[in-house]
């Protein structure tokens, strides 16, 4: 992995998101790529033009940030920027692209009171936008020194074990312990057969590149918040999840991708299906 992408704003959320990708950066032996987009305005010819001040603005804190977080990053390793115009997702993405970057990661403000299915709109549109795997982070998630647990959902979809090349690669830096968990919503014999099938596919996966793994199962009606509580009670440090699409052109996350990243009190790390996926 040549560089791990984080979007930047300078908001506190994104400086949060920062500090997580520090030691998932020096695991990897990834170089972290801060990206600062300024955002173009439907109705920015009818007031003077403030761009240039603005990446001034944004050059002198970048400045800063390195100033502060360098010193954290492993040997030889290096903490950069670049600064984009345009729509921040579609920057984001296509800057990931270039530098090929394997991951992209954003932090988010979680949920409050009624607003179940809020993400947070940049970190919402860089989920559904980017091809590259992103994880999302909450403002107040309390970073630790690891990745010591990572949850990976199964349900009966086709596409749900092609998280697990992604899931193998964490685990082996890290040296994580996998839970493999069947999610069911329905009580029928054949539908539970399905996912118990991806399940005994992604611990055959996990056992022959020797991650240690643990398999479990629930039965709920709300699956997302069973697979979050589950996540609670064993101490999960990241949950993994496939984003489902609901339109064929992609431009709405499928309502459970949405809902588990707005509900997760710790990072979510969405990947894309993928056609003509084998599972080797």
């Avoid at 994104?14 to 173009?40: C, G, Q």
Wanted: include cysteine.
């Amino acid at each position: 992995m040549q560089a791990i992408v984080v979007a930047i704003d300078f908001s506190n959320i994104s400086l949060h998101a920062l500090e997580y990708t520090i030691p998932i950066a020096n695991k990897f032996k990834a170089n972290i790529l801060m990206v600062w987009v300024d955002k173009i305005s439907p109705t920015e010819s009818l007031y003077p033009d403030t761009s240039n001040q603005n990446r001034l603005e944004a050059i002198k804190r970048f400045d800063e940030i390195i100033k502060q977080y360098n010193k954290r990053m492993g040997k030889g390793l290096k903490l950069e920027y670049k600064l984009k115009r345009g729509k921040i997702y579609r920057e984001i993405d296509q800057l990931a692209k270039q530098e090929g970057a394997g991951l992209i990661i954003a932090g988010t403000h979680g949920i409050s009171g009624f607003e179940e299915y809020w993400i947070g709109s940049n970190a919402y549109k860089i989920v559904t936008y980017s091809t590259s795997p992103v994880i999302v982070i909450r403002h107040d998630y309390e970073i630790r020194k690891g990745i010591s647990r990572i949850l990976a959902p199964i349900d009966s979809s086709p596409e749900t074990i092609q998280k697990l090349p992604y899931i193998v690669t964490l685990a082996r830096l890290f040296k994580s312990e996998v839970h493999v968990l069947a999610t069911h919503s329905s009580h029928l014999t054949s539908i539970q057969r399905l996912a118990e099938k991806y399940v005994q596919q992604a611990s055959t996966y996990l056992f022959a590149n020797e991650v240690h793994f643990v398999e479990d199962s629930i039965v709920s009606n709300d699956l997302t918040k069973a697979t979050l509580q589950y996540a609670t009670d064993v101490g999960v440090d990241l949950v993994s999840i496939m984003t489902e699409q609901e339109t064929p052109s992609n431009a709405l996350l499928g309502l459970r991708a949405q809902q588990m990243i707005s509900q997760s009190p710790m990072p979510v790390l969405c990947i894309h299906p993928q056609e003509n996926f084998i599972l080797q």
